[in-house]
């Protein structure tokens, strides 16, 4: 195995490369009406391309470090988890950096249909971006590599309508609440079927905050707006210390940054209707 400190593109990342500018066969995700509406758009695929990242990620000595009662005046943080999200933000952007670099090293234009995951592996998390570079057929050039999770037939009715994806972009909030006596008192199990408003606060505070961070993204790309391709949520409980409950709340926004070159009034392509036709003999 070749020694690799984690600069540049992966010793097996540059043999993926070699291979492609030798003329060697190229691989692909797209389905077949994916390659078929990139066609449509004038662009052709350029082959597999992807980005990891294998990541240590702790919560030793994260902590809330906020202590209330009744509605929040302020504000959730993510307070001690900081480092954690962080850490997060720099897996996925790690993964999708080497992704790119990978594109921009065949010749390609952008990468479609990008697959963007977190997934435990032993002690760590394995950030992952998997998608298909695909090149102008045109003389037409993008000015940088452009990424987004749309399909290959998404991004053939945006360039319809005079929209291109410009990155995919994403959003990730952590907050953590402090569970006061009103949050017990709710989420005891002799509570009943009742709201517990904290954990409410909570969760809706850490959606927010993702999609501000999305916004910011989407500005940053230069872009005019952004499609949300997906949503997660997750909660879990700490014990930083004895008594002492915490909830912690992680909420991620993923989706693409499109960006408006044309005013038209084209539509895209409708699905053509096929009639069977069936040979009759005569009695």
Known sequence: MTAWNGTGLPPVAERRVRRAAEGGPWTSLLSAP????????GLVPAGEVMGSIVEQISLVGASCGMYWSGPMATPLRPAGFGPYLDALNRGYATALDRLTQEATAIGADGVVGITLTAAPLGGAVEFTALGTAVRAGGSTRPGRVFTTALSGQDVAKLMTAGWVPAALVYGISVAVRHDD????AQASWGAGNTEVTGYTQLIA?????ARARLGRHTRAAGA???????MGLRMWSIEPSENH????AEASVFGTAVARFATTTATAARPLTIFPLQHRSKS
């Open 181 to 184: 006596w009103q949050t017990r």
């Open 224 to 230: 005019d707006g952004a499609i949300v391709s997906s």
């Open 245 to 248: 409950r915490d909830h912690v």
């Open 205 to 209: 505070h850490a959606r927010a905050d």
């Open 34 to 41: 994916a390659a078929a509406g990139l066609r449509v758009a």
